[in-house]
């Protein structure tokens, strides 16, 4: 199961607040966080490698950006 | 591809880039230790069109221009050009009018701050302290879930407005430049004594502003955000940009001979700690809810953000209230109703940050 966050339209830091409470919080071994500007797409990868997750940032198909975070 | 800019080494060298040159510039003609500053200049933008009558704070900075427009085209370069617009614009504007107001009792914004430090301002500590206390505040409504909601992609007209305000405004200079002993030039107003009457050549300006614009936007460089990071994250990344800034500048500083260390009869400043101190508390809880310190709005208008642009027209219409009610201060001190003013944008601010939160 992969848990999605939808982050699209929020500025920082909430993209990364969201993020971050997930993994806090959150069992899932997959979290998805779209987010619409490269910036949100970086920061989001930068917070989530930090925490000793594996990151992917993509395209998304619906629009934005998709960042895959996969907890080690 | 990777982008540079966004690594540790890439947002050093845009600090330390934005640090030598905004020391050059003060060596080029800007004022003493504001080679820039971002809340200052818009305040002389403001001077410039009228908003206020400060006679000694008039003239339109081509830098802010080149802030703007170096953003955009670095945004459409690189892809990144997203109209966006409609996350509680009032509010934005509101905060923008007390960050220039808070801003302008300690006499600068952030950069300003850490430049008045490394041209060797003591005042400017107490500058900072207080950034910092607004900042933290800021995180505080940040974990309680506050949140000024989504915005959406508009047309690219939209992201375009801010970007065509700053062209016209270039197109003031142009067709009303200084003309020397003149105290006014078409519609456009000029200093002839203080710190609106120091200026380096428009190219200079605007080429550096314009260089400046590109590097932040690939950087994403924001000196609240770098504050506000660290005590949210203990992410160091912006960080290490903002410290970067203030080195660069102290050493360039050193070497062109501008360090003077001291508190009394430093320039653009007064001595009373409290509100510097208090000032700032306010313009940094009004950056971190509005979500950038007035360099990274430039930007992020720049960008296509039309939420950043309301919060910048927010700005220099501050610039107009704060000189017109007397609640800037000057080196003497504080203006006749800038404690107010503090208390009453330390309410605003805390108003908007307890009451638009999003329930959980």
Same mark, same amino acid.
């Given at each position: 199961?992969?848990?999605?966050?939808?982050?699209?339209?929020?500025?920082?830091?909430?993209?990364?607040?969201?993020?971050?409470? !997930?993994?806090?919080?959150?069992?899932?071994?997959?979290?998805?966080?779209?987010?619409?500007?490269?910036?949100?797409? !970086?920061?989001?990868?930068?917070?989530?490698?930090?925490?000793?997750?594996?990151?992917?940032?993509?395209?998304?198909?619906?629009?934005?950006?998709?960042?895959?975070?996969?907890?080690? | 591809? $990777?982008?540079?800019?966004?690594?540790?080494?890439?947002?050093?060298?845009?600090?330390?880039?934005?640090? /030598?040159?905004?020391?050059? %510039?003060?060596?080029?003609?800007?004022?003493?230790?504001?080679?820039?500053?971002?809340?200052?200049?818009?305040?002389?933008?403001?001077?410039?069109?009228?908003?206020?009558?400060?006679?000694?704070?008039?003239?339109?900075?081509?830098?802010?221009?080149?802030?703007?427009?170096?953003?955009?085209?670095?945004?459409? =370069? @690189? $892809?990144?050009?997203?109209?966006?617009?409609?996350?509680? #614009?009032? /509010?934005?504007? /509101?905060?923008?009018?007390?960050?220039?107001?808070?801003?302008?009792?300690?006499?600068?914004?952030?950069?300003?701050?850490?430049?008045?430090?490394?041209?060797?301002?003591?005042?400017?500590?107490?500058?900072?302290?207080?950034?910092?206390?607004?900042?933290?505040?800021?995180?505080?409504? @940040?974990?309680?879930?506050?949140?000024?909601?989504?915005?959406?992609?508009?047309?690219?007209? /939209?992201?375009? %407005? =801010?970007?065509?305000?700053?062209?016209?405004?270039?197109?003031?200079?142009?067709?009303?430049? #200084?003309?020397?002993?003149?105290?006014?030039?078409?519609?456009?107003?000029?200093?002839?004594?203080?710190?609106?009457?120091?200026?380096?050549?428009?190219?200079?300006?605007?080429?550096?502003?314009?260089?400046?614009? @590109? =590097?932040?936007?690939?950087?994403?460089?924001?000196?609240?955000?770098?504050?506000?990071?660290?005590?949210?994250? $203990?992410?160091?990344?912006?960080?290490?940009?903002?410290?970067?800034?203030?080195?660069?500048?102290?050493?360039?500083?050193?070497?062109?001979?501008?360090?003077?260390?001291?508190?009394?009869?430093?320039?653009?400043?007064?001595?009373?700690?409290?509100?510097?101190?208090?000032?700032?508390?306010?313009?940094?809880?009004?950056?971190?809810?509005?979500?950038?310190?007035?360099?990274?709005?430039?930007?992020?208008?720049?960008?296509?953000?039309?939420?950043?642009?309301?919060?910048?027209?927010?700005?220099?219409?501050?610039?107009?209230?704060?000189?017109?009610?007397?609640?800037?201060?000057? #080196?003497?001190?504080?203006?006749?109703?800038?404690?107010?003013?503090?208390?009453?944008?330390?309410?605003?601010?805390?108003?908007?940050?307890?009451?638009?939160?999003?329930?959980?």
């Amino acid at each position: 199961m992969s848990k999605k966050i939808d982050a699209r339209g929020l500025s920082c830091p909430q993209p990364v607040l969201l993020t971050l409470e !997930e993994l806090k919080r959150g069992d899932e071994k997959e979290i998805v966080v779209l987010v619409d500007t490269v910036t949100s797409r !970086e920061n989001v990868m930068r917070a989530a490698s930090s925490k000793g997750c594996r990151v992917e940032g993509t395209e998304s198909e619906e629009g934005g950006y998709k960042v895959v975070i996969r907890r080690n | 591809m $990777k982008n540079f800019f966004a690594t540790r080494w890439g947002i050093i060298s845009v600090g330390a880039f934005i640090g /030598v040159f905004a020391a050059l %510039l003060q060596k080029w003609g800007n004022p003493g230790n504001m080679g820039i500053c971002v809340a200052c200049f818009e305040r002389d933008i403001a001077g410039a069109v009228g908003l206020h009558r400060a006679a000694v704070v008039q003239y339109l900075r081509p830098e802010i221009i080149g802030f703007v427009i170096g953003a955009l085209i670095a945004a459409y =370069l @690189f $892809k990144e050009f997203r109209p966006r617009a409609g996350s509680a #614009p009032i /509010v934005r504007f /509101v905060l923008g009018v007390f960050a220039m107001i808070g801003a302008l009792v300690f006499l600068g914004c952030p950069w300003q701050a850490v430049l008045r430090l490394a041209g060797g301002d003591g005042n400017a500590i107490f500058g900072i302290l207080g950034l910092i206390g607004g900042v933290w505040i800021g995180t505080l409504f @940040f974990k309680g879930g506050y949140n000024l909601g989504p915005t959406r992609s508009t047309y690219a007209s /939209v992201g375009w %407005l =801010l970007p065509l305000v700053m062209a016209g405004f270039l197109a003031f200079r142009l067709i009303f430049p #200084p003309i020397n002993e003149q105290a006014q030039n078409g519609i456009l107003f000029y200093s002839l004594k203080g710190p609106g009457s120091m200026f380096a050549p428009l190219s200079v300006s605007l080429g550096i502003g314009a260089v400046i614009g @590109f =590097l932040a936007q690939r950087s994403r460089f924001c000196t609240m955000g770098a504050i506000r990071d660290f005590i949210l994250f $203990k992410q160091v990344h912006l960080l290490s940009g903002f410290v970067s800034l203030v080195i660069a500048a102290f050493i360039t500083n050193w070497i062109v001979g501008q360090f003077h260390p001291g508190f009394t009869g430093q320039p653009v400043a007064h001595t009373m700690s409290i509100w510097n101190f208090g000032g700032m508390v306010v313009a940094g809880l009004a950056f971190a809810l509005a979500g950038g310190c007035p360099g990274r709005q430039l930007f992020m208008a720049g960008e296509g953000d039309g939420d950043a642009a309301v919060f910048v027209l927010g700005m220099i219409v501050g610039a107009g209230f704060s000189h017109n009610f007397g609640l800037a201060s000057s #080196p003497a001190g504080v203006g006749p109703h800038g404690i107010a003013a503090v208390i009453v944008g330390l309410a605003v601010c805390l108003f908007i940050g307890f009451t638009m939160r999003k329930k959980a």
